[in-house]
Nanobody, 127 residues
Framework: QGQLVESGGGSVQAGGSLRLSCAAS????????MGWFRQAPGKEREFVSA????????SYADAVKGRFTISRDDAKNTVFLQMDSLFPDDTAIYYC????????????????????WGQGIRVAVSS
């Protein structure tokens, strides 16, 4: 089955940046849409961003649009999430996921569209 492993998380001050990586091992991300979700303390897991199999199309939750950028490098079997202008409200565990399909409509995303999950990585943004 392989696994998805997130890295790049940590603590940062508001306004700062982090770049998350999701490396697949024992499985390939090629031909699969990929996504990022997050779960803040006391809240349900929510959609953040997704990218289609070719990398041409992306989708973002309104809360991160214009600040986060998703990308993929299939040669490295890795998906990235560049997070800029971070707010304290971005504090959460971030999860990488292989998606069943891609849609441009962010409201259509839910956990049910994920086939496979990473273990998650913590991002903490202080004010």
């Amino acid at each position: 089955q392989g696994q998805l492993v997130e890295s790049g998380g940590g603590s940062v001050q508001a306004g700062g940046s982090l770049r998350l990586s999701c490396a697949a091992s024992g499985r390939t991300i090629e031909d699969h849409p990929m996504g990022w979700f997050r779960q803040a303390p006391g809240k349900e897991r929510e959609f953040v961003s997704a990218i289609n199999y070719s990398g041409i199309y992306t989708s973002y939750a309104d809360a991160v649009k214009g600040r986060f950028t998703i990308s993929r490098d299939d040669a490295k079997n890795t998906v990235f999430l560049q997070m800029d202008s971070l707010f304290p409200d971005d504090t959460a565990i971030y999860y990488c996921a292989q998606m069943k399909y891609f849609t441009s409509f962010a409201d259509d995303y839910s956990e049910r569209l994920a086939d496979y999950w990473g273990q998650g990585i913590r991002v903490a943004v202080s004010s």
